[in-house]
């Protein structure tokens, strides 16, 4: 497997193939792309060190045309980031975009997608996160009573033991039934 | 929290410290919550049971982190690398105080922090690797990585090998995964015509084509078989004679209805024979057996795609199909993450907003019709009963304008001087009439259901099935329609007995075969000329003229709608005509799959550039089975004529493959008589009636087996389902059994335990803990001496995901406003609380006091 651009070694590349769910040509795609971020800031040729230590801020990362529209990139990279700033080193960047693939099992998916709804971080979507949740969706157009009657009818539906909040299983239960999950739980890169 | 810090500044730290400080709480608070969810391994007495619940090899965490930390830190010192100014990077180049305080944060992190599993992952791999390498075996894991590189080629050959991947990407960055879906299908439907194309190409065009000699040299196999007459065939095969005229014009015109000297060609079922082809490796291949087997062949080839298609989605929505959970459905599934542009997500916004507004509007809707008076109700249905015989009748007058148009054009064309006596351009609108009339109605009849419906006042959800339904139906009655007027002429009893051709009254069709088969062409002909017009003179200008007029009403105006259910209802219907010509027109694949080809790059054009993506949420996977369905309903419904075709009418005398026999299954016969005569019995048992009765009564049973199973497993999760409930009761049971053991009112707790609203994500801890922690602190209770216990000698008490979770913190929280201690051990035990009560012990002492 010569590695005509010369970015990473082989075995970096081996590595990067067998955690994640892409192949080398896509990796280098990814790579790319993630340089195109900022041209000047990242070296042509990564060393190991480098994938780690070398992070774009999150206002950089925003930019990314992929990124860019999700109401919640933000979200997303601060869940993918080392340190929950939201900045990514590319390995950070990798990651997201490997959970966000096509091949992606549902669990992992699932998991990750409960960190991001999950605003507060405290490990249960409560209904403020979810009330977060709907101004992204919505862009806060919803009246603070839709918000509520949504929030309650979602509550209704996946709460099963009563406390007013979602825990990670229940949020399973219902990813599991959610048809649409799967479909729109991933960016083509 | 538990981890009380040592403050080097005494009582008042700098204020950069105690910034310090609220980040390390905040990291605590974080680090624990982030752990409970990834990690399992902290915890002492029970298993996470969220870790179970994933994937363990998913899911790791990386170990070695404060070791790859510190090397990575040497690294840098030595490297002395300067910070680029526009990226953060990692540097500890600060003073001592600092950094000391980071490594101690970094340390705390250590195990508990959460990292990305790509990190874990290698690391692990590599131990994995070392082992393997240091064991026995070194030569089967060369042979491994061989393996693995191989599979890692084969899966970036799929990749590559993937057409339109990167036009899909493009597709639904614009237009969401709805769209896609359409794309997707379209895709599907262009390789099946492919295969279908391909196998009848290489089955009976190439072998005739190739190897005919231009003589009737058959040679008539089976002996014994009735239904075969050589004698007829030979005197009508001399009379089956196409006018070809050189004319240019009439060449166009030909080519565009099939007749002429297309009739001539391989396209047609006329163009073959029922010779044996004698040069045909050795021995010979019967053209007709081929074209039979052929024929049954793709039908089943299409069935099985066809259901292994369906079922990857069928199964999923099977399980949601009491609706349950449409709110979460669409809180958490609903944004489409592979959007990337502006216009497209403003646009998405605006539809997940109407969408929950219409929900609630739908809601309200529920409302009104509850408290609806009887008057308006007997109203309401006598509209509906009103308008759905009017769409009863507009279908019933569809259906009778086809017939009575193609009676007319048939009639019409029968006058044998018909092209003499009018003008080019008539005769070929009269040819063309049939397949224009039932064009135009799908094009202007569901415009008048889309209007007539509003009037109905369904929920909006149940108008888009409504009217698609009513669409549906009205494009598979105009082909019923058409399919029974064509039978109709070719099964008409008034023929002359030599030739079998009709007479008098009767229209005198050579060869009715091809005549079906030009009337599909056409069909497919025309259906693509009308959606490239569509696409290019209606969509197109309608672009143009928003982008470019800047007059008011130009804007308001705007793009068209990509409308996705009109679209796949086109394409399905493109997919009916192929499956109902190609046993008459053996190369209608070929134009069906020429013509797939073709409408994706239009469908590209406009979906790219000329219209907006659909404002009524398109739910992807429920919508696919309906289509789905709908293209399982026309394929059975093509396999009746075509099956009728074959078992049930006479083949014409005079052309085609089966010109000898009296039914075209007679071939099979024919081929079955020349086995040896044991086949033959094993043939005769299994065709028999009484075998097909036992498969039949077979496969009822299995069907009865399986249905009875899925209705069991459906009890099964109800009743899962309520116990589910129950423990969620227990749960609140203990609660309450501890705030009456606090001391506490429920309420009020429960009050307390509510977060006042985030402005922003990871706002840390709740507030009210964090002010506990504060008042431990000042109130003093905590000495310097207790501040100073060694961090890790504290056990840690890492909270864990199950019912006494909450319960657990609960008590925490009421520990810390409370001070003193409780006596725990007074707390009278019950086989429930017991577990309760060991937990909160371990809190005391977690808590040191």
């Known amino acids: 497997m010569g590695n005509k651009v010369g970015v990473f070694t082989d075995e970096q590349i081996e590595a990067f193939q067998d955690c994640t769910f892409f192949t080398k040509k896509e990796i280098l795609r990814i790579f790319r792309r993630f340089r195109e971020l900022a041209p000047?800031?990242?070296?042509?040729?990564?060393?190991?060190?480098?994938?780690?230590?070398i992070?774009?801020?999150?206002?950089?990362?925003?930019?990314?045309?992929?990124?860019?529209?999700?109401?919640?990139?933000?979200?997303?990279?601060?869940?993918?980031?080392?340190?929950?700033?939201?900045?990514?080193?590319?390995?950070?960047?990798?990651?997201?975009?490997?959970?966000?693939?096509?091949?992606?099992?549902?669990?992992?998916?699932?998991?990750?997608?409960?960190?991001?709804?999950?605003?507060?971080?405290?490990?249960?979507?409560?209904?403020?996160?979810?009330?977060?949740?709907?101004?992204?969706?919505?862009?806060?157009?919803?009246?603070?009573?839709?918000?509520?009657?949504?929030?309650e009818k979602v509550l209704e539906e996946t709460d099963l033991d009563d406390d007013g909040k979602l825990s990670y299983i229940e949020f399973e239960h219902v990813i599991s039934r959610s048809p649409d999950f799967m479909t729109t739980f991933h960016v083509r890169i | 929290m538990n981890r009380n810090r040592v403050s080097p500044f005494g009582e008042n730290p700098p204020p950069y410290y105690s910034y310090g400080e609220e980040v390390e709480k905040f990291d605590d608070y974080y680090d624990d919550a982030l752990n409970s969810v990834v990690s399992g391994e902290n915890i002492p007495t029970k298993k996470n049971p969220i870790i179970d619940n994933v994937n363990d090899s998913v899911l790791r965490r990386r170990r070695s982190r404060r070791s790859a930390r510190k090397l990575r830190r040497h690294q840098q010192l030595l490297e002395g690398e300067s910070n680029e100014p526009d990226v953060i990077v990692d540097d500890d180049d600060e003073d001592d105080d600092e950094d000391d305080l980071r490594t101690r944060i970094e340390q705390k992190k250590g195990p508990g922090h959460w990292t990305p599993f790509l990190h874990e992952r290698r690391?692990?791999?590599?131990?994995?690797?070392?082992?393997?390498?240091?064991?026995?075996?070194?030569?089967?894991?060369?042979?491994?990585q061989n393996w693995r590189k191989f599979k890692i080629w084969k899966k970036e050959m799929s990749y590559k090998l993937e057409p339109w991947g990167s036009w899909l990407k493009n597709v639904e960055g614009h237009q969401g995964t709805g769209v896609v879906s359409y794309f997707v299908f379209l895709r599907w439907l262009f390789f099946l015509n492919l295969v279908i194309f391909i196998l009848m190409l290489l089955f009976v065009t190439i072998p005739y084509v190739a190897f005919s000699n231009n003589g009737y040299t058959y040679v008539v196999t089976g002996s014994g078989v009735s239904g075969m007459s050589v004698a007829s065939e030979q005197t009508c095969s001399p009379l089956y004679q196409v006018n070809v005229s050189s004319d240019a014009k009439t060449l166009i015109?030909?080519?565009?209805?099939?007749?002429?000297?297309?009739?001539?060609?391989?396209?047609?079922?006329?163009?073959?024979?029922?010779?044996?082809?004698?040069?045909?490796v050795a021995g010979h291949y019967s053209l007709p057996l081929a074209y039979l087997l052929t024929s049954l062949v793709i039908l089943l080839f299409s069935l099985i795609t066809m259901a292994r298609y369906t079922m990857q989605s069928f199964r999923e929505n099977l399980e949601d199909q009491n609706e349950k959970h449409q709110y979460c459905n669409r809180v958490f599934g609903g944004w489409d993450f592979a959007l990337s542009e502006e216009g497209t997500a403003v646009l998405k916004h605006r539809?997940?907003?109407?969408?929950?507004?219409?929900?609630?509007?739908?809601?309200?809707?529920?409302?009104?019709?509850?408290?609806?008076?009887?008057?308006?109700?007997?109203?309401?249905?006598?509209?509906?009963?009103?308008?759905?015989?009017?769409?009863?009748?507009?279908?019933?007058?569809?259906?009778?304008?086809?017939?009575?148009?193609?009676?007319?054009?048939?009639?019409?064309?029968?006058?044998?001087?018909?092209?003499?006596?009018?003008?080019?351009?008539?005769v070929l609108l009269v040819e063309f009439l049939p397949s224009l009339t039932i064009t135009a109605l799908n094009g202007i009849v569901p415009l008048i259901f889309g209007i007539v419906v509003k009037a109905e006042n369904y929920t909006p959800e149940f108008t888009i099935k409504i009217t698609l339904i009513r669409t549906v139906f009205l494009r598979l009655a105009s082909l019923a329609v058409l399919i029974a007027t064509i039978y109709r002429i070719v099964s008409c009893t008034d023929k002359e007995t030599t030739c079998n051709v009709g007479q008098n009254a009767c229209d005198s069709l050579r060869c009715w075969e091809t005549y079906v088969g030009q009337n599909f062409f056409k069909l497919i002909?025309?259906?693509?000329?009308?959606?490239?017009?569509?696409?290019?003179?209606?969509?197109?200008?309608?672009?143009?003229?928003t982008t470019k007029c800047d007059a008011a009403i130009c804007k308001k105006i705007g793009l068209a709608e990509f409308d996705i259910p009109k679209n796949v209802l086109d394409i399905v219907y493109t997919q009916t005509l192929c499956w109902l010509g190609f046993f008459y027109a053996p190369l209608i694949p070929a134009l069906a799959t020429i013509s797939m080809f073709v409408l994706f790059y239009l469908k590209y054009l406009s979906a790219m550039y000329n219209t907006n993506p659909p404002e009524i949420p398109y739910k992807a996977s429920k919508s696919n089975n309906f289509f789905m369905i709908v293209l399982m309903i026309a394929f059975f419904l093509c396999c009746l004529p075509v099956g009728y075709t074959m078992v049930k009418l006479t083949p014409s005398y005079g052309c085609g493959p089966f010109r000898i026999y009296s039914y075209m299954t007679v071939c099979v016969d024919a081929t079955i008589s020349n086995f040896p005569s044991w086949l033959q019995t094993i043939i005769g048992i299994f065709t028999s009636g009484s075998f097909i009765i036992i498969l039949l009564v077979l496969l009822s049973l299995i069907i009865y087996y399986t249905s009875s199973k899925s209705g069991a497993r459906a009890k099964m999760i109800v009743m899962l389902k309520e116990q589910m409930i129950m423990e969620g009761k227990d749960k609140q049971f203990l609660l309450n059994r501890i705030y009456e053991l606090t001391g506490e009112k429920p309420g009020a707790k429960k009050k307390d335990n509510k977060r006042p609203p985030s402005n922003g994500p990871r706002n840390g801890p709740p507030p009210s803990a964090v002010k506990t922690v504060n008042e431990v602190h000042q109130n003093g209770n905590v000495s310097k001496d207790n501040d100073l216990t060694p961090v890790d000698d504290v056990p840690e008490v890492v909270p864990y995901n199950d019912p006494d979770d909450s319960t657990r913190k609960t008590a925490e929280t009421a520990f810390k406003r409370e001070v003193t201690p409780v006596d725990w051990d007074q707390v009278p035990g019950d086989e429930n609380t017991n577990r309760t009560t060991s937990t909160v012990t371990a809190t005391n002492v977690a808590f040191d006091f």
């Open chain 1, 40 to 53: 000047n800031a990242i070296p042509k040729v990564m060393s190991s060190v480098d994938t780690n230590r």
């Open chain 2, 525 to 545: 002909v025309l259906d693509f000329l009308v959606k490239v017009g569509v696409t290019l003179g209606y969509e197109l200008p309608r672009k143009i003229l």
């Open chain 2, 123 to 144: 690391a692990k791999l590599l131990q994995k690797e070392i082992k393997q390498s240091s064991g026995c075996c070194g030569g089967s894991n060369t042979n491994r």
């Open chain 1, 55 to 151: 992070r774009l801020p999150y206002q950089q990362v925003k930019a990314m045309t992929e990124l860019k529209e999700n109401p919640f990139c933000e979200r997303i990279c601060q869940v993918f980031s080392e340190d929950g700033t939201g900045a990514l080193s590319f390995e950070d960047f990798l990651d997201l975009f490997s959970v966000l693939s096509e091949i992606a099992p549902r669990e992992l998916k699932t998991v990750y997608a409960f960190k991001i709804y999950d605003f507060d971080g405290d490990n249960y979507l409560g209904k403020e996160d979810l009330r977060s949740t709907l101004r992204c969706l919505t862009r806060n157009e919803l009246s603070e009573e839709e918000v509520e009657f949504v929030v």
């Open chain 2, 253 to 280: 015109q030909d080519f565009l209805q099939g007749s002429g000297w297309m009739e001539k060609t391989a396209m047609f079922y006329g163009f073959y024979d029922s010779q044996d082809l004698n040069s045909f």
């Open chain 2, 351 to 426: 539809s997940l907003y109407k969408d929950l507004a219409g929900e609630l509007a739908e809601q309200r809707h529920h409302e009104a019709r509850k408290n609806m008076s009887s008057n308006d109700k007997c109203r309401l249905y006598t509209i509906r009963f009103f308008i759905n015989f009017m769409v009863i009748c507009i279908l019933g007058g569809s259906g009778y304008l086809i017939y009575w148009v193609t009676d007319w054009v048939t009639s019409f064309l029968a006058d044998p001087n018909y092209k003499t006596n009018n003008d080019a351009i008539v």
